[in-house]
DNA sequence: GCCATTTCTTGCCTTATGGCAAGCCGACCA
DNA sequence: TGGTCGGCTTGCCATAAGGCAAGAAATGGC
């Protein structure tokens, strides 16, 4: 049931090091449409979601809303920069459906962080997972068509594409509700 | 001169403990056209630029060389990927002008990250600096047009401009040397 | 200095995506 | 039952960028 035992996988967390990580978070709960940031707050915390869906987005300065990424069951909903440099974030991240999350404040984390060494390495191995995926997103958008972005996204994220309206989606894969909505149906036609 | 200095610039980090680090380092050179890495190979060290220029890319699968990045002085050149988690490479480092740099080995870097506390500190500060910056591209990517792209690299790295093929800038923009050519011409008319 | 190669520009036409506005449809609600 | 609203689709036209090929300009080797 709780996905902290599928977050925190590192071949050098002990299991008595994983109690006191999982020790150190707090169940809680968000309604759809609740947000967990928004730009100017400084975060303090971070989530990894059990259950539902969050939306992360920015506006970009003619005030469309782009979506910058969508987090899911097991995943960390986080603002790196903000957390750990302690600046305002630029980001809102917003729940999509109701969510059951595990919070860890910023001074827990820095306890444990600095004193179980296997749980360093599980937050570098994080990081450079994350840098990897973000490089594969920006990659995929200068060679890929949108259609076959999309078809990337059906594929690999499916629950994405059933539980965020798709004008979310398209924002996150670089286009606009309309282009989306020809492109699916270009691709049932194909089909 | 040692860019080492402007490299690893960190609060944490006491005098003694920059000399160990900077200790572990081996001044190496490049010609131009050299490989710092190739796809296939495992990294096993990570190069920190004194002088010159570095282009990462890959290619897509209709086997255009697509640039993921420029590496300038007093930048780092490496893949956080297969350096941390010992796998092969998918991209291509290679210098584009003679460059000088500064190498340290990954056992021995190892060793100074779990020693020095501020050095740690240092690496997550470097990882989450590097997100943010891949996070801004890849927004620019969605909400920005390729003209503007173009602007804010000249603003942004204009030593890249005048160091780099234009075909590689364009690759980077996610255009074509065509376009870009074409984008060159309308901003100089422009002004 | 000369040739070969690479880099950059340009013209012509095609294609992908956007902007806007109208319409459709299902959900929710009184 | 009718009304409103959000989410999605569609049509019409505009624009950004690409594909290809030719040529001009710069660079590098010898």
Redesign the interface.
């Known amino acids: 049931m709780s996905s902290l035992r599928d977050v925190y996988q590192h071949p050098l967390l002990k299991p008595d090091e994983l109690e006191a990580i999982y020790a150190a978070h707090e169940p809680l709960s968000f309604q759809k449409g609740d947000f967990l940031l928004k730009k100017g707050q400084v975060a303090n915390s971070y989530f990894c979601i059990e259950e539902g869906l969050i939306r992360s987005y920015?506006y970009?300065y003619d005030g469309?809303d782009?979506t910058?990424g969508f987090i899911g069951k097991n995943e960390i909903a986080i603002d790196?920069?903000s957390l750990?440099?302690q600046v305002p974030t630029v980001e809102y991240f917003q729940a999509l459906t109701d969510c059951k999350c595990q919070v860890i404040a910023l001074d827990r984390f820095q306890v444990l962080y600095?004193s179980i060494?296997g749980f360093?390495e599980w937050?570098?191995?994080w990081?450079?997972?994350?840098?990897?995926q973000?490089?594969q997103?920006?990659?995929a958008?200068?060679?890929d068509s949108a259609a076959e972005r999309y078809q990337r996204l059906q594929r690999q994220h499916p629950q994405i594409l059933q539980q965020a309206p798709l004008k979310f989606i398209a924002?996150y894969l670089?286009i606009t509700d309309t282009s989306l909505s020809r492109i699916r149906k270009e691709l049932v036609r194909e089909s």
Chains 1, 2 share one sequence.
């Open positions: 920015v970009d469309n782009i910058t790196v920069v750990f440099h600095h060494k360093n937050g570098r191995a990081m450079s997972e994350s840098l990897f973000l490089k997103r920006t990659i958008m200068i060679t924002s670089g």
